[in-house]
């Protein structure tokens, strides 16, 4: 049978569709067909560190330059690599198509030169990326640090093209050997991405230096091959706790994983929302927003949102007008931001049901088209299946103050959404305590910036190899050799 | 007595007292013409629909909701059935604040008896909630564990137990085809029970109901592996372990200080189960040699004591007429191919009894020797859509979701949708000779088949999950 589409092996320049395979995609609806791994495998990694010379041969103002051109022929309505891309996911992944389209307009300006720049200059240093960078340490010795490129293996997640257009920004700006495992829900944007270089750039070190490709996750005729120390040094691992926890087995000495683990986020609502009606309103949109942007798909949108209106009849009625006015403003979200989920969450809208039925404890406000649905709970405690919430389902949580709001966080927190400001400063010192990673204004949880740290580390930093040169002069440095000798006389 | 008068009271009996209507006879209730059955059974959904409407509060909601004044047609039910979440709505931290009047109020509008005397003043632990119930009201509740870490609390009654038990009787000792013999309807068996004595969890609850139906209530005839009840406040407290670790809670989470004190006696009870286990197999293998049984587990605990029996070199331990009843589905356990004749060999009975039913429903559906699950003549099996719980047709070959409508049930709404896939061949007549409508032999839950991780603590896990929760105190500082 073949496929609805295929998956090219792009391997450093070359686009390979030879000895294809067919894979069901993650929705199970349709399949695609992809190079036997299994056969190229061997060809995947670098052979020889040494080959990664001509990347430091590539002046930074040359990497601007590529990836601008780059940037700019990422024109949806001009590259037929994403348009190849753009309908591939229209049956790999779950998003409706004004959102994927969407998700390729947005690659455009990730590379812009000024952007780039933004990246590499406070994410890791344009200094220590382009040379050596001295200091003089207390004893006396000279060092110079300089961050190298790695060997990296990429699993970036599939909701949206921006993890893939992300993945190779940072390696280029690492000066990194780059290969990706294209993910089931989005099989070509990587691919789409890695073509459009070779088109701008081919031949170019940066082009030599990519490899994507797909092949089915935890399949070993693969990875025991290739997620190997010799072949690879950093694994950089995004969402899904399976494929987070099946990677681990091959992580040893010399292979080290750069874990973007699974995370949800939460909403914190001070009680100045409920000052007045206008105020009610804009944050009520800005709740919508965080709740429905691609369609509740990501690890950032808000799910549980604590609300501080009280827990007494008064303060019900506010946290009820709440969710009312969340539902108004997200059923009315543009197209390109969100949808009625194409693929609704069964056993969630079922739990969702009875919380109707169960009007002591929990108020619905909408939900029995599967359009979204806000669960407004009656008490300060949110609905036992938080975890499940997803196709803009959101549960408001009304509490007496804040003290309580440090439920809202745990291990797997990445994103909390605040509002007031006021209210975040007062909580900032506090939620990482608990596992908050993010704290932002309401309403900006799902706009993330790519010059900023992510899950509370600093991915662009951990790619790179931190070398140091050290230059001692033994007559400031003091020399253990000379120590060594006083003390035989 | 005019005809109508005598169809009323004929469908009465039929709802209320199914075991005399049809004379006790496992033939009978499988001989009913299809039409005939469904006549009745339309009737009787009619009526029950109107009774349960008046005394269960959450159904009166959803049917004014809906709109739905009254039920002529199967179909017609559906979109008034409860999923399984509906016995779990309560939330968790009534429990964990002790306000069993607040649950009981909450369980009150999902049966149809009167709660609001209940008396639940210094209720400490679900236990002692449940056993206030079944003093003081005809409900016989059971617990069973869910999927997001919530017990489901099922508000089942003394009457529906007791009716559960004989018709238990009904189908494990008759033969299709043959009307009961005196010796068929009062068995005198041994039971045996590779499970804990006692508990409110489902299946324990039928150890208790078992040892009163089949044993006239004799101790020593009843065969428990562990002497122990499993405590509903440790199951409890299990699913909250799990929930809090999907949730990534873990560290917070807080052991309540009546359960925290009886540390030592859990972990000391835990640390006899090895010794208990070999007691049970010497029990069974030696006292218990060429006796007629009555044994229920699962596929998988019924394979592990017969495997290990023929290691000993322990094989046809029982009487070939005992009664042998397995199930429960093949949940995360591989078992080999050859599973059912490992258990036969070590057994050395006639027949092996296969059955089907969930915990919302009462009512058991044994096999017949075609393997098909016939579905008993009370219950209305309907098969849904998967996604949008929309029934399909009642004609030709049919799979999806299995819904039910339990006639029988009176202490709560009969109308529940299951998680399990099935399928119905509506137009078929079994070889078996049973004139009723059956389950194909293939059932199973979508949760298994979307390959997704279900937590759900199933029968057949209670033992390792119980262990959990003594592991997880043991681990913390109380």
């Known amino acids: 049978m073949s496929g609805a589409f295929t998956v090219p092996l792009f391997l450093r320049g070359r686009v390979i569709t030879d000895d294809l395979v067919s894979f069901g995609t993650r929705s199970g609806a349709a399949q695609f067909e992809a190079p036997d791994m299994g056969r190229f495998v061997e060809q995947l990694p670098l052979k020889n560190p040494a080959q990664m010379t001509d990347l430091y041969d590539v002046t930074f103002d040359e990497i601007l330059d590529v990836l601008e051109a780059l940037g700019d022929a990422l024109d949806f309505d001009t590259n037929a690599h994403l348009q190849e891309a753009y309908d591939a996911s229209l049956v790999a992944n779950v998003l409706p198509a004004e959102m994927l389209k969407n998700s390729y307009q947005v690659l455009r300006p990730l590379f812009s030169r000024a952007h780039v720049l933004e990246v590499a200059d406070s994410q890791v240093g344009l200094e220590y990326l382009n040379g050596w960078v001295p200091h003089r340490l207390l004893d006396g010795r000279e060092l110079r640090v300089r961050a190298f490129g790695s060997r990296v293996l990429h699993i970036p997640a599939g909701n949206g093209g921006l993890v893939s257009a992300v993945t190779i920004l940072r390696s280029v700006i690492t000066r990194s050997d780059t290969i990706i495992k294209a993910p089931s829900n989005d099989p070509l944007t990587a691919i789409a991405i890695a073509r459009t270089l070779a088109d701008v750039a081919p031949n170019h070190p940066i082009t030599k230096h990519l490899a994507v490709g797909y092949w089915k996750g935890g399949d070993p005729a693969v990875e025991e091959v290739l997620y190997q120390p010799h072949h690879i040094e950093k694994i950089v691992a995004w969402g899904g706790l399976a494929s987070l926890k099946h990677v681990t087995r091959y992580i040893q000495p010399g292979l080290e994983l750069i874990a973007l683990d699974p995370k949800r986020s939460a909403t914190i609502i001070g009680a100045e929302a409920f000052v007045g009606e206008d105020t009610m309103r804009e944050v009520a949109r800005r709740a919508a927003v965080d709740i429905g942007v691609a369609n509740q798909e990501g690890c950032a949108n808000a799910r549980v949102i604590y609300v501080v209106s009280g827990t007494d009849a008064a303060g019900l009625a506010d946290a009820n007008r709440l969710g009312e006015m969340i539902y108004e403003e997200l059923v009315a979200l543009p197209p390109f931001i969100s949808t009625p989920p194409l693929y609704p969450d069964r056993d969630l809208f079922e739990n969702i049901e009875t919380s109707r039925m169960t009007d002591d404890f929990y108020r619905v406000v909408g939900g029995e088209q599967r359009e979204g649905a806000i669960v407004v709970s009656q008490f300060d405690e949110p609905v036992d299946y938080s975890p499940m919430l997803s196709g803009r389902v959101a549960n408001i949580v009304p509490v007496d103050s804040i003290e309580r709001v440090t439920s809202a966080v745990n291990t797997y927190t990445q994103t909390i959404g605040i509002y007031p400001e006021s209210l975040k400063h007062e909580l900032r010192d506090l939620l990482p305590l608990f596992g908050a990673q993010r704290l932002t204004s309401l309403g900006y949880a799902c706009s993330v910036a790519i010059a900023m740290p992510q899950d509370a580390i600093e991915p662009i930093r951990r790619m790179c190899k931190w070398i140091v040169d050290e230059e001692c002069d033994p007559d400031v440095v003091i020399p253990l050799w000379r120590t060594a000798g006083a003390a035989r006389t | ?478």
């Open chain 2, 1 to 478: 007595m005019s005809a109508t008068q005598a169809r009323a009271l004929s469908v009465t009996q039929f709802m209320d007292d199914p075991i005399h209507f049809f004379g006790q006879s496992y033939t009978r209730m499988h001989s009913v013409p299809r039409e005939e059955l469904e006549e009745l059974q339309r009737r009787a959904m009619g009526i029950r629909f109107q009774q349960h409407y008046d005394s269960i509060e959450m159904l009166r909601k959803l049917a004014d909701r809906l709109e739905i004044t009254e039920l002529i047609e199967f179909n017609d039910v559906v979109p008034l059935m409860f999923s399984h979440t509906a016995f779990k709505s309560y939330p968790p931290a009534l429990i964990d604040k002790k306000r069993f009047d607040l649950m009981t109020k909450w369980l009150d509008k999902l049966t149809s008896y009167d709660l609001s005397n209940v008396d639940t003043d210094g209720c400490k632990s679900i236990d002692e909630w449940i056993d206030r119930l079944d003093e003081q009201t005809p409900l016989e509740v059971i617990t069973s564990s869910g999927t997001t870490g919530t017990l489901s609390i099922l508000p089942k009654d003394k009457r529906g137990a007791e009716q559960g038990m004989v018709l238990w009787k009904i189908c494990l000792f008759q033969t299709f085809g043959h009307e009961p013999t005196e010796q068929d309807l009062n068995p005198n068996v041994d039971v045996i029970w590779p499970n804990f004595a006692s508990g409110k969890l489902g299946h324990l609850r039928i150890a208790n109901m078992i040892k009163r139906g089949f044993t006239g209530g004799d101790e020593s005839k009843f065969h428990p592996l562990y002497k122990g009840s499993v405590e509903t406040d440790l199951m409890f407290l299990a699913s909250k372990m799990r929930a809090a670790a999907a949730r990534g809670e873990l560290d917070r989470l807080e052991i309540d200080p009546a359960l925290a004190a009886r540390k030592d006696e859990f972990i000391a009870m835990q640390a006899r189960q090895p010794q208990e286990l070999d007691a049970f197999f010497t029990e069974i293998t030696e006292q218990l040699r060429g006796k007629r049984v009555f044994m229920t587990s699962t596929f998988h605990l019924m394979y592990d004591i017969a495997n290990a029996g023929l290691q000993r070199g322990v094989k046809g331990v029982f009487a070939t007429d005992s009664a042998i009843l397995t199930g429960g589905g093949m949940k995360g356990v591989a078992l080999p191919a050859d599973f059912m004749d490992v258990i036969t060999e070590f057994l050395g009975v006639d027949r092996i009894q296969v059955g089907y039913g969930f915990s919302e429903s009462s009512t058991f559906h044994w096999a017949c020797e075609e393997g098909r699950y016939h579905v008993m003549p009370w219950v209305i099996p309907f098969v849904l859509d998967p996604d949008t719980s929309e029934p399909l047709p009642r004609t030709g070959r049919q799979t999806g979701r299995a819904a039910v409508y339990d006639i029988l049930l009176r202490a709560h709404w009969g109308g529940v949708i299951s998680g399990d896939e099935v399928t119905v061949d509506w137009d078929l007549r079994c070889p078996c000779g049973r004139s009723s409508v059956a389950f194909e032999k293939d059932i199973i839950r979508y949760s298994e088949k979307k390959g997704v991780e279900d937590d759900r603590i199933t029968c057949a896990a209670t033992h390792e999950v119980q262990n959990e929760a003594i592991d997880f105190m043991k681990g913390v500082e109380l």
